[in-house]
């Protein structure tokens, strides 16, 4: 059966940087998913913080909000069969270190901190998240 899902995605400061947009947007497009929405956007501080909330107790919360927030970012709605695990799956793990081979952090991500994508965890999360960044 069929499970058509939407999830949020992000190309982080340290990729678009690097000028990886076009190279992983393909990485997406290769793997079936559906760029269905997207935009460039440099978040404030306070925004950053919201969006992680969920980590505000982490020790890493205030590195991470300043690091998201430092430079352009691009934020998309991803479509496809189980959109969410699916691209976790293509993320791979936080660490780049420990990500599979194929993997889009293990090819582009510089550290645990710069590991060039967000992708949302769960069907609960990538609805908050798309309202987060797409809701008029
Ligand atoms: N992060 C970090 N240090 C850590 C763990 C996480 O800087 O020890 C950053 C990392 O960039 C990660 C983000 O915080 O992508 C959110 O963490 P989460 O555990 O939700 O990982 P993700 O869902 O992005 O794989
Ligand atoms: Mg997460």
Redesign the pocket.
């Known amino acids: 059966m069929s499970n058509l899902q939407q999830t949020l995605s992000i190309i982080k400061p340290d990729a678009v940087e690097r000028n990886l947009v076009e190279e992983i947007k393909n990485e997406f497009k290769k793997d079936g998913f559906e760029i269905k929405n997207e935009k460039k956007i440099k978040l404030a501080k306070s925004d950053a913080e919201q969006f992680?909330k969920v980590?505000e107790t982490?020790p890493?919360y205030k590195?991470?909000c300043e690091y998201l927030s430092s430079g352009p970012i691009i934020v998309m709605i991803l479509e496809k069969d189980n959109a969410i695990a699916a691209n976790r799956e293509l993320?791979g793990?936080?660490d780049p270190k420990n990500a599979k081979e194929g993997t889009i952090r293990k090819k582009y991500g510089i550290s645990?901190?710069k590991?060039s994508v967000?992708?949302s965890?769960s069907i609960e999360n990538a609805k908050i998240e798309i309202d987060f960044f797409f809701k008029s």
Do not use: Q, S
């Open positions: 992680y980590h982490k890493f590195d991470l993320m793990a936080t645990i901190d590991n967000h992708g965890d």
